[in-house]
């Protein structure tokens, strides 16, 4: 590793600064508007919620382990998968994006915060107060009706289950407002993102220099906007059906339940490419960095991606073959799926023409790329498989659906986010994870994920639909489940290595420094963690890698940029 | 890290550096995700249209607001001229127009106010009443509650404004909030043709 060039901080506040009470220390956190305080806010919050979604995909699979299991009550089981995707969702994976994006986005356009910093602070605490708000139904919900304990109608909630006839009490209730508000956060959030992008960059950061990771956030902010809404438009409508007795999905007033369908996929098929596009953006920082070159074609990426947002808004009535469209509308949306294969494809050819010839380095974050790519490929095709109609028929609402969407989620996103947290932990805490006790989250979690997923998908082809409490012994689906149970214990060993490592680190980790990687962003030109206000002085850049035209002044990749 | 050394930075070495105003900006995002919000409410209130099971239909009950309309419509201009006044740092024009654009923006809610009374209270439609009841009310009440808003934040402005407050440092501010006044006159635009005009 080359010596670290670094501008040093202006850093007065040492000196002066008293020693810190705890009660100093929370009020700092909960009053924080620094983007990188709320970016760490918003991932520990994630990471607390991936604790309890995964506690509860774990209860799942123990039911499902064995053929007329018990393990919990069909009631309690509703609960559990309804609240699992909802969490993992609204929950997980949308804060844990946008924690990266608050962090990481300011810091690489060299600025010192985000354009509105207290609406920054306030989309985070009430996406965290809408997490409470879905967990409190536990407690809540049976109120005054006395049915209902937590949410059970899906995560998709179809009409007309959600009508008041149909779920009473206030468990439907606790699920509309906590999406509700989590939409407010999730639009305000990317609201900053974008307005940072654009009219935040230091000097010489033009559009065409921007680092892929911040292109990228700069379209999932711009997809939030047309993807969250229609889903908050769709649930003022279904609370003003449950409290004011209006009737836009009630069949009985000649409502319909299509409609709810149309509304929530417009908002779920888009909200997949919101969760992998950051997947992408990580991608594209980390992959370059482990195989020592620079990104390949950096122009196809940007088009790539933007493609990628305007195509995702065309596909989402592909979650709706089985309702009856007609040839026409069926064909569109085959077709509109596949072409969305097209720019992801290129994206995959553009990592592995990065990769290639380069001097690859097999750090835990670059084994989880390399991991991504692999599995990633096949989330999709088996995505093309699922795009096909009349496959599509046979196989809706089986477990082969399930299986193909974990595959994007575990598979692609959650793998990349793994990555993400090894490639700049030293960033935000100052100090390496190790990389031994990561090689062991990474094969336990490898091991696991295949003997989940791989296997899900069977049972799914012999036609074992998703949702379903138990199953007869008769079906023979039972070793195949019980398989893809014991996988779920070697991905719940690998996060418990993981958070081990996260915390183990914090202590007793290898001083980081300020560039440990040897990368080319401007985050790591700032001290780790950096300062309150990032740059003491903001830089000036001439190409997409400033870092590396400091460390290379006879080389710099300016010469060689349009 | 001996080498704390610099990346290179002479701030206006080449062209200045300008990036748009970020009030700007972030009102544009934030009218992308209202218009999202807005067209799946349009996009309901189309697909319900003839749909409800019983009466009444918008044909026997609706009126063109056509006196509202104008009076919001015209409060565009003079939340525009108020703008200019500003820029010109002419705080008295810029008070008075913005005085005009409150004046208007009421007169639109009461007129609307006093369409829904008519509705209710002659003609016995409700949310509840049919689809066209539950659409009607859901589309219009969204962009009224707009307007709630707008009126506001105007009106908090013609307070400062009142009180001396205000001066040509608050240009950019105020313009943002422009911006969105004329989203809520071009919503209505969209609204008004939907309901009043095809849909009646």
């Known amino acids: 590793m080359s010596t670290i060039p ?10 002066t600064q008293r020693a810190r009470t705890p009660g100093g220390v929370i009020h700092e956190w909960l009053t924080t508007v620094d983007h990188k305080k709320i970016g760490i806010l918003y991932i520990t919050y994630a990471l607390i919620f991936l604790v309890i979604g995964g506690v509860e995909a774990t209860m799942i699979r123990i039911q499902l ?8 009550s069909p009631q309690v089981y509703n609960r559990l998968f309804t609240m699992h995707g909802t969490t993992m969702i609204f929950f997980v994976a949308m804060p844990i994006v946008f924690g990266f994006g608050n962090y990481l986005v300011p810091i690489m356009i060299g600025a010192r915060d985000m354009a509105f910093p207290r609406l920054n602070a306030f989309s985070f605490w009430i996406s965290a107060f809408a997490g409470v708000l879905l967990y409190f139904s536990y407690l809540g919900a049976s109120g005054l009706y006395a049915a209902g304990s937590a949410p059970d109608v899906g995560w998709f909630a179809y009409a007309p289950l959600t009508a008041k006839v149909f779920s009473p009490g206030h468990s439907t209730d606790y699920w509309t407002l906590a999406i509700l508000l989590s939409g407010v956060g999730s639009i305000g959030t990317a609201l900053n993102i974008v307005t940072t992008t654009l009219c935040m960059r230091c000097p010489g950061m033009k559009l065409s220099r921007m680092p892929l990771l911040v292109w990228i956030y700069l379209v999932m902010g711009g997809l939030v ?3 969250i809404s229609p889903l908050t438009a769709a649930q003022i409508m279904l609370t003003l059906d449950r ?4 009737h836009f999905f009630d069949t009985q007033a000649g409502g319909s339940a299509l409609l709810w369908m149309h509304f929530f996929w417009i908002f779920g098929h888009p909200e997949v490419y919101v969760l992998v596009l950051p997947a992408f953006a990580f991608m594209n920082e980390i992959v370059p960095v482990f195989s020592r070159k620079a990104i390949f074609g950096y122009p196809a990426m940007v088009a790539a991606s933007v493609c990628i947002g305007f195509i995702s808004l065309s596909v989402w009535a592909h979650h709706m073959f089985t309702v009856g469209m007609g040839a026409a509308g069926n064909t569109f949306f085959v077709f509109a799926t596949m072409v969305i294969s097209v720019p992801t494809g290129i994206k995959i050819f553009n990592w592995l023409a990065t990769m290639w010839g380069g001097r690859l380095i097999f750090a835990t974050p670059m084994l989880f790329s390399i991991a991504f790519l692999f599995q990633f490929l096949i989330a999709g095709l088996t995505g093309i498989i699922l795009a096909v109609a009349p496959f599509d028929w046979q196989l809706h609402n ?4 399930v299986a193909h969407f974990h595959y994007v989620i575990v598979g692609g996103i959650l793998f990349a986010l793994f990555a993400a947290f090894y490639y700049w932990y030293p960033k935000i805490v100052g100090r390496m994870m190790s990389e031994k006790i990561g090689k062991w989250h990474f094969w336990l979690f490898v091991i696991g994920f295949h003997l989940t997923f791989d296997f899900m998908h069977i049972p799914g082809l012999l036609g074992m639909p998703r949702q379903i409490y138990t199953y007869e012994a008769d079906r023979g689906w039972g070793t195949l489940n019980l398989i893809v149970t014991i996988g779920v214990l070697f991905q719940a060993a690998g996060v418990l290595v993981f958070v081990y490592n996260l915390v183990r680190s914090y202590y007793v980790g290898k001083m980081a420094g300020p560039d440990p990687w040897d990368a080319w962003t401007l985050e790591w ?38 | 890290m001996s080498s704390a050394s610099t990346l290179p930075m002479q701030p206006g070495a080449q062209a200045p550096w300008t990036q748009p105003y970020r009030g700007t900006v972030g009102m544009a995002c934030l009218i992308i995700a209202e218009s999202a919000i807005f067209i799946i409410f349009i996009v309901a209130y189309i697909f319900y249209l003839g749909k409800s099971l019983t009466g009444p239909t918008p044909d026997q009950v609706l009126e ?11 409060s565009s201009i003079t939340v525009h001229l108020a703008v200019g006044g500003l820029r010109k740092v002419n705080l008295r024009a810029f008070t008075f127009w913005l005085a005009g654009t409150v004046i208007l923006g009421t007169i639109f809610l009461l007129s609307t106010a006093q369409e829904w009374y008519r509705l209710i209270y002659e003609r016995g439609l409700t949310l509840q009443t049919n689809l066209f009841g539950t659409t009607y009310y859901s589309l219009v009440g969204l962009h009224a509650s707009h307007v709630i808003v707008g009126l506001i934040m105007l009106s908090l402005t013609l307070l400062f404004a009142l009180f001396g407050r205000v001066n040509e440092h608050h240009i950019e501010k105020f313009d943002t909030l422009s911006l969105y006044w004329h989203f809520v006159d ?15």
């Open chain 1, 243 to 246: 409290y004011l007795g209006s």
């Open chain 1, 65 to 72: 382990a064995v053929p007329d299991n018990h393990f919990v």
């Open chain 1, 6 to 15: 670094a501008i040093k901080g202006v850093d007065e506040t040492q000196a």
């Open chain 1, 398 to 401: 089986t477990y082969f659906v």
């Open chain 1, 225 to 227: 906007f047309v993807t």
């Open chain 2, 186 to 200: 071009g919503v209505w635009v969209v609204v008004f043709t939907v309901v009043y005009l095809v849909g009646r």
């Open chain 1, 525 to 562: 030109s700032t001290s780790s963690p950096p300062p309150d206000y990032n740059f003491a002085v903001l830089p000036t850049v001439k190409s997409r890698r400033p870092l590396w035209d400091l460390k290379h002044p006879e080389d710099p990749d300016s010469d060689y940029e349009l």
């Open chain 2, 64 to 74: 063109v607001p056509i006196f509202g309309t104008i009076c919001l419509l015209s």
